[in-house]
């Protein structure tokens, strides 16, 4: 039997503070109505001092770790997709190796903006397939108030901070036959890098950087490339619409993901829906919006499962997952 990455386990991890739209309306020109009614966003989480993307990581982790019944020895590679990592080095996942307690393999962090889940599953998928690792953490961490133009209004009440992860394991058994992570299929347009990007970095002179989007262009760029991302899960499985169980989408805006729920004839209940609570969390929201609905028990093993994601770069991707 050729090998196959199983999920065995997720979890996630949301900072302590939560922030309505009423209190960012105290001092942003802004109001709850705007936002809720072109974004489905009712609140956030906003990270402490203390609650680093490494932080947030480990937490999460611990989570996907305990889920899978698994243990720190079980880990031989951490792959953390973040754009907002503690440090430029060493890597946000080698802070979690440290804080978990691994004491061998590898890790590495992996910039893929919001589809860096996508991205880290993708890579974890082709290792464990090729042979080289067994058990592999696959994290979304991400602190963007820290990135956040607070002078921009259009942008800084859409994102919120927090992490997800999941747990992989390499199984050849014939009774997982069915279950695991299908296909990914990952792309990006560097020509599109200046829709949605960071002004700034570490390594360009007296500028951190901040968000700035063109969120119409985004938009339009995230109903076609989403829907044409899930017909090709869907073809390279030779499978119909109807055989999916449930979307879990990135979670940018609602009226995005209800199109992709209808495009995918899913009834709105088969749709993982957290951008209410969470906002966008980047490379963090399709692990959260996984662990959320597999730990209230609405994902159930056997559930095949479709995961998509789109942001800077353009980066977008899939992921099929038979629970
Ligand atoms: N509160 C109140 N008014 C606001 C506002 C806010 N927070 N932000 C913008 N506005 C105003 C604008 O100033 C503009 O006013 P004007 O018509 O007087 O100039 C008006 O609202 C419309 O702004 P616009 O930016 O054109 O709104 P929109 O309908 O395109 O909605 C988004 C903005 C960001 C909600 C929408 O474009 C979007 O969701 N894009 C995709 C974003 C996304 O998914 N990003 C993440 C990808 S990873």
């Given amino acids: 039997m050729p090998l196959r990455s199983i999920l065995a386990g ?3 991890y949301l900072p302590e503070r939560v922030v309505t739209n009423d209190e960012l309306s105290r001092t942003i020109d802004t109001s709850d109505e705007w936002i809720r009614e072109r974004t489905g966003i009712r ?3 906003f990270a402490a001092k203390h609650e680093t993307a490494a932080f947030m990581g480990t937490a999460a982790a611990r989570v996907a ?6 243990t720190a020895a079980d880990v031989d590679a951490i792959i ?18 440290a804080e978990l307690g691994v004491s061998r393999g590898f890790g590495f962090d992996l910039s893929a903006a919001c589809a860096g889940f996508i991205y880290g599953l993708s890579v974890a998928d082709g290792m464990i397939r090729a042979g ?8 979304g961490s991400e602190v ?25 394991r390499a199984s050849s058994g014939e009774d997982d036959d ?7 299929h990952i792309h990006a347009q560097g020509t599109l890098g200046d829709i949605l990007y960071v002004d700034g970095a570490v390594g360009q002179p007296d500028k951190p950087g901040h968000l700035v989007m063109n969120g119409r262009e985004v938009f339009r760029h995230a109903v076609t490339r989403l829907a044409e991302a899930v017909e090709e899960a869907l073809a390279a499985n030779g499978l119909k619409h109807g055989d999916i169980d449930w979307l879990v989408p990135h979670q ?6 209800q199109a992709m729920g209808k495009k995918l004839g899913l009834p709105p209940e088969r749709v993982v829906m957290t951008v209410d609570r969470h906002a966008n969390t980047s490379a963090a929201s399709v692990p959260l919006a996984l662990a959320e609905a597999r730990g209230d028990g609405r994902i159930v093993p056997g559930d095949l499962v479709l995961l998509e994601a789109l942001g800077g770069g353009l980066t977008w991707g899939s992921a099929l997952v038979r629970l």
């Fill in 10 to 12: 997720c979890g996630g």
């Fill in 43 to 45: 609140q956030r989480h």
């Fill in 65 to 70: 770790l305990a889920d899978a019944g698994a």
């Fill in 80 to 97: 953390l997709a973040t754009s907002t990592p503690d440090q430029a080095f060493p890597a946000t996942a080698l802070r979690v190796q």
């Fill in 132 to 139: 080289q690792v067994r058990g592999v953490l696959v994290i």
């Fill in 144 to 168: 963007y108030s820290r990135i956040l133009n607070w002078q921009d209004r259009g942008t800084c009440v859409l994102f919120g901070d927090g992490a997800g992860a999941v747990f992989l």
């Fill in 178 to 184: 069915r279950r695991g992570v299908l296909s990914t």
């Fill in 252 to 257: 940018a805006n609602s009226r995005i993901i």
